[in-house]
């Protein structure tokens, strides 16, 4: 296999998460998520040794997106968080179990309260390269959006979306 020496470009990627069809084209930011591991200490009379734990903890994944005219991806956004959490009317509970926010149907019919997202990273020649895979992803959080007129460029709100999911993988 031949020795890759092209670097790893920040701006190249696409966010593509079914339950938010309208996000894709609005995402300026990306993390991809840590992962780590707990471990366990051994006593012993001379040292104390430390052994793998036992299950992975990922991190949070937090997209940061820019904000359209219409407030649509922030409006899809938290449609999904408030009937997740609190809903006040039937209606905003049904956007779980009939239909997503952007208009689609969801993929999977078994649970609704999550949609499966991947992260593509693109190369040098902007052709996919590699894909993150997120499996369950859920809205925790949706951060606040500033308004400001003393700007002297027009430049285009943002806002944060914070996920919990179920794990990831990589694929090349």
Do not use: H
Request: net charge negative; hydrophobic share 35%.
């Amino acid at each position: 296999m031949a020795t890759n020496v092209n670097f790893l470009s920040p701006i190249e990627f696409q966010f593509i998460i079914e339950r938010l069809p309208n996000v894709k084209f609005f995402v300026q930011g990306a993390n991809v998520p840590g992962i780590s591991s707990g471990f366990s200490e051994r006593p012993t009379p001379f040292k104390t040794l430390y052994e793998p734990g036992e299950k992975l903890t990922y991190d949070d994944l937090t997209l940061t997106i820019i904000c359209d005219e219409d407030l649509v991806t922030y409006r899809e956004i938290s449609k999904w968080l408030v009937a997740l959490t609190s809903p006040e009317s039937f209606d905003q509970y049904k956007t779980l179990s009939t239909r997503v926010p952007g208009g689609g149907v969801p993929t999977d019919t078994k649970n609704t309260k999550t949609s499966d997202g991947s992260l593509i990273i693109l190369n040098s020649n902007k052709n996919a390269n590699v894909s993150i895979k997120f499996k369950d992803l859920f809205p925790t959080t949706v951060s606040a959006m500033q308004l400001n007129t003393t700007g002297t460029d027009v430049t285009p709100p943002t806002f944060d979306i914070t996920f919990k999911y179920a794990g990831y993988t990589i694929e090349v």
